[in-house]
């Protein structure tokens, strides 16, 4: 009875043999394959904590406010308080420098009136494709006290033609850019006069 | 096979026995041991493994089921200042080169007479010649010329619905989380630069220095903190909107409301979740 119903030995073998296969692969896969690949589809889902861990260089116009107060509020209530301090200052992190944090060296640029010729015409310099200001800008109003708003694009200058290449820091608060000032007596006054008193 | 078959006799367990196969048959037990083992622990493994306390992944404080992002860009707004490619690279640590962005803004001109427009952007020797450090600019080389219509465009990776660069991945490296980032696992990269090829957009570069493919991911380490992406937070004149779609109230959700949306190159089926408003038939 047995002979007959016993499958031949060699068979027995060979599926022996191929379970064995099987199962060495599958964990091998399985051991290979890190934990977390495939927990929510063909990738490694650890990956994505390691993804949102970094500190966030930038930190936004409020987190200034908790230290440069002063600054804070008058730049949020001028014609730039759609450009964020970090455009002009550089990211935030590590700043202020704190002796007892290491991370905290970051010494935050103060630009300097020259390079102002080169950070204020990043956006203000006259430019094909650039959109002009809509609508377009109006003289400083001392009665009304503030600047037309505005809905999309930038006034814009020609350097050379409008402030003969002095610093733009000499007739611009860049927290506060309207009404202008005069910071310092420029070697030469440009052909627009102020227009309304000095600011400083 | 045919050696195998002429050993004496098998009934099971193994390594039982001590033949002259013993040799074999250890190994056969030794492998059988280790395969045991191995499927435990791989079974264990991810029960044991991941997941914070309160379950929601990837931070605690954050859960991706939750969100659902989508970026808008308004052509119409862009006044190609460049302080999102700058931002961008100094949030995320991108070469400071001319052949290395996430993001970058190209600049569409039609000049009098011409049926298709001057593209050029960062990467534009002569726009090369007056940058400065974290001062990308765009030269002003068309000043004298007739120029009829012009505008920028700001791009950057499309977090596509179906991402051609997940497709050609060969190691899972890249994929789609579950709130529409596609993001690059650096440990997993091998570098073949596959998906730099496959990506319609052009939007993928290589990272020399991680030998990586690399790319825009929303800046998920400051969306993941509830904060908007480097580019969105630094754009002066609102052209860049970013956020979560399930949000009726999101500029993103109002973006998507108040306007008629394009997205680029829509014939390659790859549904981009960036919106454009603004750009004409010829950008892509």
Redesign the interface.
């Known amino acids: 009875m047995e002979e007959h119903t016993e499958m031949p ?2 068979i ?3 599926s ?2 191929l379970v ?1 296969f099987l ?2 692969a ?3 896969k ?2 290979f394959t890190v ?3 495939y ?11 390691d ?8 930190r ?1 116009p409020a987190y200034c406010a908790l230290c440069h107060v002063d600054r804070h509020t008058q730049w949020s209530s001028a014609g730039h308080k ?3 301090c ?2 002009c200052h ?2 935030a992190r590590g700043h202020p420098i704190d002796p007892n944090d290491p991370n905290k060296t970051a010494k935050l640029p103060r630009p300097t009136a020259e390079y102002t010729k ?2 204020c ?3 203000h ?7 002009q200001r809509d609508p377009p800008q109006q003289p400083w109003d001392p009665a009304i006290g503030k600047s037309v708003p505005w809905n ?3 006034s814009q200058v020609i350097p050379d033609e409008h402030s003969a290449g002095q610093p733009c820091l000499f007739c611009h608060d860049p927290h506060q850019p309207k009404p202008i000032r005069i910071k310092e007596e420029p070697a030469q006054v440009a052909q627009t006069p102020p227009s309304s008193p000095d600011k400083h | 096979m045919n050696k195998m078959s002429d050993t004496p006799d098998n009934t099971l367990p193994e390594g039982q026995d001590a033949g002259d196969t013993s040799g074999r048959r250890r190994f056969l037990a030794g492998a059988g041991a280790a395969c045991a083992s191995a499927a435990l622990i791989s079974v264990l493994g991810p029960a044991v493994a991941k997941d914070g306390p309160s379950g929601s992944f990837p931070t605690a404080d954050f859960d991706w089921e939750k969100h659902n992002w989508g970026y808008g860009i308004d052509a119409n707004k862009c006044i190609g200042c460049l302080r999102c490619v700058d931002a961008c690279k100094n949030e995320n640590g991108v070469a400071k080169d001319a052949n290395h962005f996430r993001t970058w803004v190209e600049r569409y001109v039609y000049l009098e007479g011409a049926k298709r427009p001057l593209i050029d952007s960062q990467s534009h020797p002569d726009n090369i010649a007056v940058s400065a450090p974290n001062a990308s600019r765009f030269d002003d080389r068309y000043k004298n010329e007739k120029v009829e219509k012009a505008f920028f465009v700001p791009k950057m990776c499309n977090h596509c619905e179906n991402p051609s660069c997940v497709q050609v991945c060969p190691t899972g490296a890249t994929f789609k989380t579950k709130d529409g980032a596609v993001l690059v696992d650096k440990e997993y990269c091998i570098g073949c630069q596959y998906c730099v090829q496959a990506c319609p957009y052009g939007a993928r570069y290589f990272n020399e220095i991680e030998r990586r493919a690399d790319k825009c991911t929303w800046c998920y380490h400051r969306i993941s903190k509830g904060m908007n992406p480097a580019c969105v937070e630094i754009c002066p004149v609102g052209a860049r909107v970013f956020g979560d779609m399930n949000d009726k109230n999101s500029p993103i959700s109002q973006f998507l409301k108040d306007n008629r949306v394009l997205s680029l190159k829509p014939e390659m089926g790859n549904r981009p979740t960036c919106y454009y408003i603004g750009i004409d038939k010829e950008v892509s």
């Open positions: 030995k060699h027995v073998r060979l022996l043999l064995v199962v060495v599958f964990s091998a399985a051991y934990d977390s690949f927990k929510y589809g063909h990738y490694r889902a650890n990956s994505v904590p993804i949102a861990a970094p500190d966030p260089a930038y936004g759609t450009v964020k970090e455009v550089g990211p080169t950070l015409t990043l956006c310099m006259q430019l094909t494709a650039r959109p999309k694009g930038v």
